[in-house]
């Protein structure tokens, strides 16, 4: 059984940061990429980052120069720094990852962290 774990969610002003972390566990065979989604109220959910397992990185257009995300795949972890955040960056933040064990495809999502901007 897979499991995804985020944290470092919170309130924060406008121009602040936060560091979102996400921890995978379980018997996983081979990570393709691991990717940051946010759904805001009354919105459908919408990609953020990724990061593929060679390390190759997309942003929404909206998050690029304010959104880095980075892994450590030794520790199965995938990071989502956000700075200059502006009150429609409020959302929950989801983890998600995506893998194969050779045979088939496997999708897998955090619970979610809520991300709020505001003053």
């Known amino acids: 059984q897979v499991r995804l774990v985020e944290s470092g969610g919170g309130l924060v002003q406008p121009g602040g940061s936060l560091r979102l972390s996400c921890v995978a566990s379980?018997?996983?065979?081979?990570?393709?990429?691991m990717a940051w989604y946010r759904q805001a109220p009354g919105k459908e959910r919408e990609l953020v980052a990724v990061?593929?397992?060679?390390?190759?990185?997309n942003y929404a257009d909206s998050v690029k120069g304010r959104f880095t995300i980075s892994s450590y795949n030794a520790h199965n972890t995938v990071y989502l720094q956000m700075n200059s955040l502006k009150p429609e960056d409020t959302a929950v933040y989801y983890c998600?990852?995506?893998?194969?064990?050779?045979?088939?495809?496997?999708?897998?999502w955090g619970q979610g962290t809520q991300v709020t901007v505001s003053s």
């Open positions: 990061i593929t397992s060679g390390g190759s990185t």
């Open positions: 379980g018997t996983i065979f081979n990570i393709n990429d």
């Open positions: 998600h990852m995506g893998a194969d064990d050779g045979r088939y495809d496997f999708d897998y």
